[in-house]
């Protein structure tokens, strides 16, 4: 017996150990996409990503006149082709926390149209974000978006809603227009009715199966504007509830008949043994079998763990 406590207990610390390192090793999750500003030309273009993990790391990549560059690393010995639009400093950034950032110091028309997005990376995988389009040539500094969904699945008839939340670097007030698109492109972008379409949310069709993409265009009165990250909503076919086979509540016959009383005081029949019942003996301890209260612990540690334990315990029946 004592073994089997020592090998369980060997089991325990195992599993506990373990629970750090599944941890540390879980992939990214991105939690806010890059969005799309309009930029004035020769300004500070900022455009921003937020991830949730540990030990992340971020690196940035461009589409500009139909080539793809890779843009965290940056070579003045060796520059590319984009670098002389670029502005007089640019390139990664952490902000803060797990913010990842690509700023341009004084971004040029040139870039407008290019599409910038990010690859975050960990030990447990890499995640990528959507690409964002370069906007330039804007008069006004743009709105910011701190939080939008970056996509919703729904079952078909249910409710879908997307909120934009955003707010403005000049004080005016802000106004909202959603849009559509069937290739997530802002050039195919198409306006949407659904009698939200000027607010801060958007009511989403979902009678019909498939998945659509949404835009928001976010505006300031002093002019300033940014066009959200495509939101894709998914809807599905509604799942069937059915009973479950395997538990039933109906009543039958032997379940209602009440159960005859136990006989007492026969050897050698079935049944309860009223005798061990009555002198209070704990079946399972008097004979040196396993406790019952050791069983609830280790099994309340293993829980507690994240781990199932399956014991298997073998009680000797009195001769």
Same mark, same amino acid.
């Given at each position: 017996m004592k073994k089997a406590i020592c090998l369980l207990s060997v089991l325990l610390l195992v599993a506990l150990s373990a629970v750090p390192a599944a941890a540390a090793s879980e992939k990214p999750v991105i939690l806010l996409q890059? =969005?799309?500003? *309009? $930029?004035?030309e020769n300004s500070v273009a900022i455009y921003t990503v937020k991830a949730e993990g540990t030990d992340l790391q971020a690196s940035w990549y461009m589409d500009w006149r139909g080539k793809t560059y890779s843009v965290s *690393?940056?070579?003045? %010995? %060796? =520059?590319?082709?984009?670098?002389? $639009?670029a502005g007089s400093s640019y390139g990664p950034r952490r902000l803060e926390g797990n913010v990842f950032a690509y700023i341009f110091e004084g971004i040029g028309s040139e870039l407008d149209g290019a599409n910038l997005w990010c690859v975050i990376t960990n030990a447990g995988g890499s995640v990528t974000s959507k690409k964002n389009r370069i906007n330039v040539g804007a008069g006004k500094t743009p709105p910011e978006i701190v939080s939008?969904? %970056? *996509?919703? %699945?729904?079952?078909?008839?249910?409710q879908a809603e997307i909120r934009c939340v955003a707010k403005t670097v000049d004080g005016t007030q802000l106004s909202f227009l959603w849009y559509e698109t069937d290739t997530g492109r802002l050039e195919d972008i198409r306006a949407v009715n659904r009698g939200t379409e000027t607010s801060d949310y958007l009511l989403c069709e979902t009678d019909q199966l498939g998945t659509r993409n949404y835009i928001c265009l976010v505006e300031s009165a002093g002019g300033g504007k940014i066009y959200s990250s495509v939101v894709s909503v998914t809807v599905t076919e509604r799942q069937q509830v059915t009973a479950d086979p395997g538990n039933t509540h109906e009543t039958s016959a032997t379940e209602t008949e009440p159960a005859p009383a136990a006989e007492t005081g026969k050897p050698g029949e079935t049944g309860t043994d009223t005798a061990a019942l009555t002198t209070g003996e704990t079946v399972g301890q008097s004979d040196g079998s396993f406790p019952w209260w050791a069983i609830a612990v280790l099994c309340a540690a293993a829980a507690g763990a994240g781990f199932g334990v399956v014991f298997a315990v073998m009680i000797k029946k009195k001769p």
């Amino acid at each position: 017996m004592k073994k089997a406590i020592c090998l369980l207990s060997v089991l325990l610390l195992v599993a506990l150990s373990a629970v750090p390192a599944a941890a540390a090793s879980e992939k990214p999750v991105i939690l806010l996409q890059p =969005q799309s500003p *309009e $930029y004035p030309e020769n300004s500070v273009a900022i455009y921003t990503v937020k991830a949730e993990g540990t030990d992340l790391q971020a690196s940035w990549y461009m589409d500009w006149r139909g080539k793809t560059y890779s843009v965290s *690393e940056i070579n003045g %010995a %060796a =520059q590319q082709d984009w670098e002389g $639009y670029a502005g007089s400093s640019y390139g990664p950034r952490r902000l803060e926390g797990n913010v990842f950032a690509y700023i341009f110091e004084g971004i040029g028309s040139e870039l407008d149209g290019a599409n910038l997005w990010c690859v975050i990376t960990n030990a447990g995988g890499s995640v990528t974000s959507k690409k964002n389009r370069i906007n330039v040539g804007a008069g006004k500094t743009p709105p910011e978006i701190v939080s939008i969904p %970056a *996509e919703l %699945a729904v079952e078909q008839g249910d409710q879908a809603e997307i909120r934009c939340v955003a707010k403005t670097v000049d004080g005016t007030q802000l106004s909202f227009l959603w849009y559509e698109t069937d290739t997530g492109r802002l050039e195919d972008i198409r306006a949407v009715n659904r009698g939200t379409e000027t607010s801060d949310y958007l009511l989403c069709e979902t009678d019909q199966l498939g998945t659509r993409n949404y835009i928001c265009l976010v505006e300031s009165a002093g002019g300033g504007k940014i066009y959200s990250s495509v939101v894709s909503v998914t809807v599905t076919e509604r799942q069937q509830v059915t009973a479950d086979p395997g538990n039933t509540h109906e009543t039958s016959a032997t379940e209602t008949e009440p159960a005859p009383a136990a006989e007492t005081g026969k050897p050698g029949e079935t049944g309860t043994d009223t005798a061990a019942l009555t002198t209070g003996e704990t079946v399972g301890q008097s004979d040196g079998s396993f406790p019952w209260w050791a069983i609830a612990v280790l099994c309340a540690a293993a829980a507690g763990a994240g781990f199932g334990v399956v014991f298997a315990v073998m009680i000797k029946k009195k001769p």
